[in-house]
């Protein structure tokens, strides 16, 4: 086996030693210094770099980092407001920056654009050259196959061809393009890195693709249901609502759905007591505006997805039946209200309004509002908080006004929310505002013969869904499953090149030579080449010592196995 000091830089191995790559060379040269032409050139080259264009998806990946940590106009104005009441001198600052809306921000929507362009300009070519690869065949063995950073030598007694014939066929079993250039057998191997390569920056621009068409067509809205409600995906039944950019009404998905039934349960005892276990609605649901209707439970983190929407169970709380009778005894108000809850327990509050249809004991028409104050499990005492989540002894505090509710104003205005600026309280028997607790079934009468209200037996249950319209989720997490395995691909497998030579030599004897050339962070190409050698040994033995020249000054090795790197190569 021969070991020698050679010049390895793929200037000086030829065809043999050319770029085993798709990627682009870095251009380190100065700008030009006159002409547009030349600056654009120049811009173009440094804009398509592989250097910028990671530049770029870090300076994209910091810019979403405010949008993570900031309130944002687009997810929740409230927040948004309440952080520029609590932070009067750095709002300002915030909103020349667009830190509370940054996905649309003028800067972040520059190094989205930019990264976009960077990457197709940097794919075009590639993909041409890759192409250009895989129609070409491998280039022919340099002439000092001892130049290359593995190379192995031995002498058999087999024929020049019949070694060729058995290097093409162990070459092509072992999956590498191989075929025979003259005296030589030249293969090649680990395409797949570059096709690896190029899926992954493909997959960026999938994923870019998906994440802007997402903002753009999406649409967002919330619903909060009592059980027997039902619902339509038309924007009239939303509580609140939120779209991208681009989105029309006519986008929505076309489904309606029923709440039949929430269940609620929680841990009765231990350290984990009120913790709640399982939180789940049955719901009937029909696809399009004929639809087969089909029932389903919707629980937390398992959606109900039909086509591009998918109906989330965000919420829920409790919403007593009461029942509202003017000073006749007729009944003007009967039906569920919804109370938000305040903490764990599901303490609750809200407000009944009875708009319509009221008089009072004089025959006067008026309007009531009631506020109302919930605790599912009810103390004792002066327990103001509910006990536990779930209905083990329900107490409904009500606190009725009458009067004007401003509802004929025009304005808008919170169902949960009572404005009493023209309201009057209803007095006790010490003058005091009216108060009382009621259990199911109890009623609250009304001073000076005004009515009743009264809190049924019949308690129901609301569940709060989440309505999420994705057109472009599904090419998303396709993006993001082709970026894995292509960069998985692109680090883990090497392109290399293997040549076998076999010639006669001046003694008559077969000279066999096996060389292989890899990039440089390529630390199997020896061992490869070792292996091959040594299979290909067993089919072309070496030839005895006796056959050797006497004047043969080489330390030749009969053990093929045994691959020797050139001196100063990478291994």
Known sequence: MSKTTTDTSPEGLGAAGSQLSTAPQEDTSTPPSLGVIGWARWFWRQLTSMRVAL????????????GSLIPQTGADASKVDDFRKAHSTLAPVYDQLGLFHVYSSVWFSAIYILLFVSLIGCIVPRTGQFVGQLRSRPPGAPK??????????????????????????????RRFRAHRVGDAVAAEKGYVRELGNLAFHIALIVLLVAFASGQMFKSDGTKLMVE??????????YDDFKSGSMFQADDLVPFSFDLKDFTGTYEMSGPNRGTPRTFQAKIAYSEG???????????????????????????????????????????????????????????????????????????TKEQLGIRAFFLPTYGGGTNVLSQFPALLNPVLNLEPYHGDLGVDAGLSQSVYQLD??????????????????????????LPNG??????????????????????????????????????AASLFIQRRRVWVRAATGPDGV???????????????VPEELSDLAGTLYDRAPGAPESAAPADDDTNDDTDASHVVPAEGAEQ
């Open 55 to 66: 530049l770029l998806l870090l300076l994209l990946s910091l810019g979403a980092i405010p």
């Open 144 to 173: 000092r196959l001892d130049r290359l950073p593995a190379y192995t030598t031995w002498r058999t007694t087999a024929d020049p061809e019949q070694v060729r014939e058995q290097a093409l066929a162990l070459l092509k079993k």
């Open 228 to 237: 027997g409600d039902g619902f339509s995906n038309a924007l009239p039944m």
């Open 289 to 363: 505006a004929y639809g087969k209707q089909r029932t389903t439970t919707v629980k937390v983190n398992e959606p109900l997805r039909i086509g591009d929407s998918k109906v989330y169970l965000v919420s829920h709380g409790y919403a007593p039946v009461i029942t509202v009778r003017d000073g006749k005894g007729k009944v003007v108000y009967h039906d569920a209200v919804p109370l938000l809850p305040l903490d764990g327990n599901v303490t609750s509050q809200g407000v009944v309004k009875v708009m319509d249809g009221y008089r009072d004991a004089q025959g």
């Open 420 to 445: 009493q600026r023209h309201l009057k309280g209803y007095k006790d028997a010490k003058g005091a505002q009216l108060r009382d607790n009621l259990k199911p079934g109890q009623t609250m009468k």
């Open 450 to 487: 005004a009515g009743t209200v009264t809190f049924e037996k019949d308690i129901k249950e609301w569940a709060g869904f989440e309505i999420v319209q994705e057109p472009g989720g599904g090419w998303a997490l396709g993006g993001a499953l082709a970026a894995i395995f292509g960069l």
């Open 510 to 524: 077969t000279v066999v030579e096996m060389a292989g050339l890899g990039r440089s962070e390529s630390a199997k």
